[in-house]
């Protein structure tokens, strides 16, 4: 498997064995572990799920990772702006490398709670001046394939993740580009376990979305993504 493959990781993923997951993580190739923002798509609102800030310093704290940190959806529009940077970008752009998705949120799957209006532009054009991004460093990308977010990878050559959806057309964009410059986030599609044999370009990212419903689930996703 391509060490351009990563793992996001479910919203039940610290509250059962986690250091023996992230130990078995680190036994293969993961490029990078990705959480996600459970405060606008909660996998499931009967259940407890991981905090951002926490869940990082967890990661963090782990002794034998080999892998990067990264955030695959960290919604602008759920937090008020000067608490969005304080208390989360700021913090994770002082993580080595750290991939940092932004996302707007839903309106299918998103809670309806406070909302808050943010240009998304403003907010990258901001990242931008305060933070050096590249596509094998700190990585900078959208969520989402939407025309609006389309136009802001083309403006600023950051990268985007689709979730599931077409490759096809994830490609087609990408070679509609003609980049005058390097991008500074990669291109990336969330896929199931079941889909490695998707084919993307080399520099395009797999991130697999890990299911742990019981440990059994969890190691067997896990040797079907990098066995």
Same mark, same amino acid.
């Given at each position: 498997?391509?060490n351009?493959?990563?793992?996001?990781l479910?919203?039940t993923?610290?509250?059962?064995?986690?250091?023996?997951?992230?130990?078995?993580?680190?036994?293969?190739?993961?490029?990078?572990?990705?959480?996600?923002?459970?405060?606008?798509?909660?996998?499931?609102?009967?259940?407890?799920v991981?905090?951002?800030?926490?869940?990082?310093?967890?990661?963090?704290?782990?002794?034998?990772?080999?892998?990067?940190?990264?955030l695959?959806?960290?919604?602008?529009?759920?937090?008020?702006?000067d608490?969005?940077?304080?208390?989360?970008?700021?913090?994770?752009?002082?993580?080595e490398?750290?991939?940092?998705?932004l996302?707007?949120?839903?309106?299918?799957y998103?809670?309806?709670?406070?909302?808050?209006?943010?240009?998304?532009?403003?907010?990258i054009?901001?990242?931008?001046?305060?933070?050096?991004?590249?596509?094998?460093?700190?990585?900078?990308?959208l969520?989402?394939?939407?025309?609006?977010?389309?136009?802001?990878?083309?403006?600023y050559?950051?990268?985007?993740?689709?979730?599931?959806?077409?490759?096809?057309?994830?490609?087609? !964009?990408? %070679?509609?580009l003609?980049? =005058?410059? $390097?991008?500074? &986030? +990669? /291109?990336?599609?969330?896929?199931?376990?079941?889909?490695?044999?998707?084919?993307?370009?080399?520099? !395009?990212? %797999?991130?697999?979305?890990? =299911?742990? $419903?019981?440990? &059994? +689930? /969890?190691?067997?996703?896990?040797d079907?993504?990098?066995?």
């Amino acid at each position: 498997m391509s060490n351009n493959s990563s793992v996001l990781l479910p919203g039940t993923f610290f509250e059962q064995e986690y250091k023996r997951k992230l130990e078995y993580l680190s036994r293969n190739n993961v490029n990078c572990v990705y959480l996600y923002d459970h405060s606008v798509n909660p996998s499931d609102n009967q259940k407890t799920v991981y905090k951002i800030k926490k869940s990082l310093s967890l990661l963090q704290e782990y002794e034998n990772k080999n892998f990067n940190l990264g955030l695959c959806v960290l919604n602008i529009n759920s937090r008020k702006k000067d608490l969005l940077f304080s208390n989360f970008i700021n913090p994770m752009m002082e993580i080595e490398n750290f991939k940092l998705g932004l996302g707007t949120g839903d309106k299918k799957y998103e809670n309806r709670n406070t909302k808050y209006s943010y240009d998304l532009d403003q907010i990258i054009h901001e990242l931008i001046n305060l933070y050096t991004f590249s596509s094998k460093g700190k990585n900078l990308f959208l969520g989402g394939t939407s025309k609006n977010k389309k136009e802001l990878v083309r403006k600023y050559s950051i990268g985007i993740n689709q979730w599931l959806g077409s490759s096809k057309d994830l490609i087609s !964009f990408y %070679k509609s580009l003609h980049q =005058k410059q $390097s991008l500074i &986030g +990669k /291109f990336s599609q969330c896929l199931k376990p079941s889909n490695t044999e998707v084919n993307l370009p080399k520099n !395009f990212e %797999k991130i697999f979305i890990l =299911k742990d $419903s019981n440990l &059994g +689930k /969890f190691y067997s996703d896990v040797d079907k993504i990098f066995s």
